[in-house]
């Protein structure tokens, strides 16, 4: 899989020309912002009450994020980051069930309910998920997407459609059926998908 810049990074975007940030300090924001997420909900999580949980200044996170819903992203992606790491060694194919099966199971507990938050605050905010996309989707679609075109390379895939169509099929059948309350969503659900929709040889 080609490298591409890594997760920890991705937020340099919304550093502004200054004084370096300090990794701890910004650990610091991204946690506060995530946990106050996940226990009091997104109306809760202002500026304000992130600085007070974090114990960090508002003109920091103002002069570090470009937005609320900047922050808010980057703090799931953070947490993303860590409960759902993208696979970086094995074969492409158990690579894939392996992460899907993971994602299933994230769903189905507090990180499902703040992504889906967290998408609809930037969809009600802006009029799209661009935002979600471009500082936390883009990156890891890619990064899958790639590794679902190794997995064709090497013939251990044997669907031949395009790597983003299957990706989409995959990870957007998952979300769907999460939204909806369609079940099964489980796990065994997700490594099955993978299987049935990238013909996987060999399983």
Known sequence: ?????????????????????????????????YTLMATTGLAATSIDAVARHSNVSKMTIYKWWPSREALLIDAFLNHASLMLPLPATGAPAERLRSHAAAYAKALLGEFGRVQLAVISECISNTGSAEIFYERYL????????????????DRSIGATGTPEDLYDAIYGSLFYRYIFGIKPISPAHARNLVDTLLMIKNR
């Open 1 to 33: 899989m080609a490298k591409g810049r890594s997760e920890a990074d991705s937020d340099t975007a919304a550093t502004r020309r200054g004084r370096p940030r300090s990794a701890e300090t910004t650990n610091a924001i991204l946690q506060s912002a």
């Open 138 to 153: 883009g990156y890891r679609r890619t990064a899958l997407v790639e590794l679902i075109a190794a997995g064709q390379q």
